[in-house]
């Protein structure tokens, strides 16, 4: 059973920078895409980025586009959030997810899509 865990998140100041890290454990071989979600308080879970398995091909939200970097240490089997010029409207906690099936990137942006999921990491940003 693939297990996911993510790291980093944090308190940092707006216009700051934050580096997630989701570690995933069991049954790693079989992974695909690989996404990054995130949930503010009274907010639905939304899409912020995936990646597939060879690392090519990403995708971004709008939201995080020029900002947010998604990469991945397949040997390592570790998938990374890099977040620059943070902003208080990111505040949210970051959920990491996979899926073993290999989905067209231009899916990946829909949670269903995702066979597991991590317990997530709080990000706050402060003004």
């Known amino acids: 059973q693939v297990q996911l865990v993510e790291f980093g998140g944090g308190l940092v100041q707006a216009g700051g920078s934050l580096r997630l890290s989701c570690a995933a454990s069991?049954?790693?071989?079989?992974?695909?895409?690989m996404g990054w979600f995130r949930q503010a308080p009274g907010k639905e879970r939304e899409f912020v980025a995936s990646?597939?398995?060879?690392?090519?091909?990403?995708s971004y939200a709008d939201s995080g586009k020029g900002r947010f970097t998604v990469s991945r240490d397949n040997a390592n089997n570790r998938v990374y959030l890099q977040m620059n010029g943070l902003k208080p409207e990111d505040t949210a906690v970051y959920y990491c997810?996979?899926?073993?099936?290999?989905?067209?990137?231009?899916?990946?942006?829909?949670?269903?899509?995702?066979?597991?999921w991590g317990q997530g990491t709080q990000v706050t940003v402060s003004t």
């Open positions: 069991g049954g790693t071989l079989s992974l695909q895409i």
């Open positions: 997810a996979a899926t073993a099936k290999d989905y067209w990137l231009g899916f990946s942006s829909s949670q269903d899509r995702y066979d597991y």
């Open positions: 990646i597939t398995r060879s690392g090519i091909g990403s």
